[in-house]
Structure formats: C-alpha cells, structure tokens
C-alpha cells in the first residue's frame, strides 16, 4: 500500500448480506489502480451477535464489536459509517449518523415514508459538513456509464420516450417464507418501490428527468406466504409496481415509463435503461453486462441498431483486461470508491472523475414519485407531483 494513501475508518451499522458485500469490496481494494484512498473497516454493529462474528473471524481491520449503534457513533476512530438496516430503522439511525458528525452511505430509500425522509433531510441541513449518499450501484456498470456519457452530450436529439427498471424473481416461489420486506411496519407501503425504486431512478433523475405526472399499476401478487413456524401470514406490501411517468424539462415534454418487480419470472438481478431519441437511442441491461446497444439515426437514413460488447472500462481503472466481463460485485467496488473519493475530495469538487453516487436530493425526489404511486392506487388517478414544494 503507498504510504501516502488516505484511511477511512468505517463503521457497519446492519452486518446483513449488504454490509458483507462492503466487507468484500473493502478486500478486493488492491484491485483498483491509481486511487489514493482505501476504506478499511474498523467497527460494526448488529443486534445479533452471529452477524458481527462474521467481521470479526473474516475482517482482520475490524477491532470493535457493538450490539448499540450508539456506541460505534460514540468511537471517535471511526469516520464514517456504512449503514444497512431496515426501512423502519433509517429515519432515527440515519439522524443518529449525521448528527454524530461521520459520514454516511445509507440503503435506500433514506426512510420508510415521505416523513422519515424529511427529518434525514432536515438533519443533513442542520450538518452540512456531513457528506451523505445513498447506495445505488448499478450505473457504475460500464454500459450505463456509456449512456451517461451519450446522454450528457446530447447526443440524443428529442426524447421520444424513457423506461427504466429493476426486476427480480426472487419472489415467484410462493413457499418463501415472509421476511421483513412484506410487512407495513418494517418495510413500509411503497413495497417493491421502496427497495428498488431508487435503483431505476438515479440515472433519470441526475439527467434531470423528474416527472411531472404518475400514474400507477401496483400489484400484489402472492397474498400470503410461510411464517415459518407452520402457519401462513398476509403480504402486505406490493410485489410489482409500474409507474408510467409524463416528464417535462426546460425544452421537451416525453412519457417516462418506470418498473420494479420482485415477481419477474426468468429475472435474477435485471437492471435496465432504455432512451429513445430522435437522433440517437440507446440501451443497457444487466442481462447482457457486457453488451450495450445504440441507434444513431439520421433522416432518410437506415434504422439499424448496433450491439457491441462493452470493455472492461470503469470510473476507477482496475487490474482487469478490458476484455474481461464487468459483474455486480465490481459495481459495488466502484460505487464505493466514488463514495470514498467524495470523502477525500469534501464534496465532490476533488472527485478523479465526476461521476458520484445517489444525492440524498435523489432520495428525496424517489419519495415524492413513491408517495404520488400510492396515492394514483387508491384513488385510480393520474397524480400531479409539484417539485416546487
């Protein structure tokens, strides 16, 4: 390691299957070329004991244990703090973070209802030393990176239309014991929405793409499952939502069409942009990680499109070839090293490549789409989101 590299200590707050995921992006460090920052995780927090035996046998950084949060907030080693909890969790937790002074890398969607997310919102305003993103890391992919460049070009001409999405199968088998994402009190109504929807709007709303109206199509597929103590339980929350979305910027008006799924039959981990231009459109998909498809148009021209692989090339350069495919896992490492990139260049301005993570501004903005889904269900309405307020 250089001797001059920059050390952030963090601190894990939910030791679940994402917390891990960082404990392995934080090894795999040594696979990032040129950076001058390294995360190295030095305490963690869960409520069951099992969950921080992990860091502790696995993550040799990792010399604090804590089963209150509080108390990880109270070390004065840890600068910053990765926190994963669930939904009902975030609006105290995440205050508790920024008011302690260390940054934060919160799970989306930065609380469980409009209201949480506004008393984040309002500490953040009160802390504002404190840098704080949300965890998306699916544009970090090299395709959708590739869009983000096309589209901040504008190479596209007049949008014709927008969709974007977020699909799992993970929920098909109806044997699948209820977790906490199915339940009001932990998940929240937004359903599906709140887990993913964050995902599919990033790259819209950092284009500026914000909708104007919603109408949506929310669906509650699977009405109960296992409790898994021999009984069945009621799904409370919506598996599939479609959000059709009517965008207006400063010189076009164009239809937005939004998904996320957690019943999509055949779709593991599907991430998906589509834009559709009158000079240029162009498409990625996680199904096809290596690929990314575009059609330049020009009139009485040919409408052909093009599917070239695409490299191995990322926001942060790595030791892999570019011939080699990108994965999930190297879009965790990235997204990532955007956040610790931030953190040494206090705000963005020192960043080695412009390209940041989620905004809590990002996060708030899904909230309004969220809560404007909900209330198009119940009333059968399309709903008017004022972004003035």
Wanted: aromatic share 10%.
């Amino acid at each position: 390691m250089a001797k001059d590299k920059r050390i952030i200590r963090f601190g894990v707050i939910g030791c679940g299957l994402m917390g891990k995921e960082f404990a392995s992006a934080a090894a795999r460090w040594c696979h990032l070329t040129d950076v001058g920052f390294e995360p190295r995780i030095v305490a963690v927090c869960d409520a069951n004991p099992a969950a921080t035996e992990w860091f502790v046998d696995n993550v040799p950084s990792v010399v604090h244990a804590y089963g209150d949060y509080r108390e990880l907030l109270a070390n004065p080693d840890v600068d910053a703090v990765y926190c994963a909890v669930p939904h009902n969790l975030h609006q105290q937790i995440y205050v508790d973070i920024i008011r302690s002074g260390k940054h934060l890398l919160g799970e989306k969607p930065f609380g469980i209802d409009a209201e949480a997310n506004s008393a984040i919102a309002q500490a953040l305003a009160e802390n504002p030393d404190v840098i704080v993103r949300c965890s998306s890391e699916f544009p970090f992919y090299p395709g959708a990176q590739q869009i983000v460049k096309w589209v901040n070009e504008g190479r596209f001409g007049r949008i014709i239309e927008v969709e974007a999405g977020f699909w799992h199968s993970s929920d098909l088998d109806p044997t699948k014991p209820i977790n906490w994402k199915r339940r009001i009190a932990t998940n929240g109504e937004y359903g599906c929405m709140g887990d993913l929807g964050m995902h599919v709007l990033h790259l819209p709303l950092r284009f500026g793409w914000k909708p104007k109206r919603v109408r949506s199509l929310l669906s509650k597929i699977v009405p109960e499952r296992p409790d898994g103590k021999g009984g069945m339980v009621p799904c409370e929350t919506w598996d599939n939502a479609i959000l059709a979305c009517d965008v207006e910027t400063d010189d076009q008006r164009f239809p937005m069409v939004l998904s996320t799924k957690r019943i999509a039959p055949g779709h593991a981990n599907t991430w998906f942009i589509r834009i559709q231009g009158t000079d240029f459109s162009a498409e990625f998909t996680t199904k096809n990680p290596k690929q990314v498809a575009s059609l330049p148009y020009e009139p009485g021209g040919a409408q052909a499109w093009h599917v070239v692989d695409a490299p191995y090339k990322s926001a942060y350069g790595t030791i892999t070839g570019g011939i080699f495919e990108f994965g999930f896992s190297d879009s965790i490492l990235q997204m990532w090293a955007a956040f610790c990139d931030e953190l040494v260049g206090q705000g963005g301005a020192g960043m080695s490549q412009p390209f940041r993570c989620a905004t809590p501004e990002e996060a708030s903005a899904s909230h309004l789409v969220f809560t404007a889904a909900l209330e198009s269900e119940r009333t059968g309405n399309t709903i008017a989101i004022d972004w003035e307020e």
